[in-house]
């Protein structure tokens, strides 16, 4: 995943990847801290709470 969200922050110049789980979907939430985004608290979206993530530029 690194290289690839590197590959996008330079070629469509984003500042961040943002991703959203259920808060009791812990198999999604790994995965995405996996990834290297962090949390960031609990959202709401689309009329429900989600966890939100973010990965920065920096975070790499």
């Known amino acids: ?5 590197l590959y996008l922050f330079k070629l469509i110049k984003l500042k961040r990847l943002v ?3 259920y808060p ?3 198999k999604s939430r790994k995965v995405i ?3 290297g985004f962090k949390y960031r608290g609990e ?3 689309f009329g429900s ?3 939100y993530y ?3 530029q920096l975070d790499r």
């Open 43 to 45: 959202q709401e979206h």
């Open 19 to 21: 991703a959203i789980a």
């Open 1 to 5: 995943m690194a290289g690839r969200s």
């Open 54 to 56: 973010e990965l920065e």
């Open 33 to 35: 801290e996996k990834l």
């Open 49 to 51: 709470n989600f966890s």
């Open 24 to 26: 009791n979907n812990a």
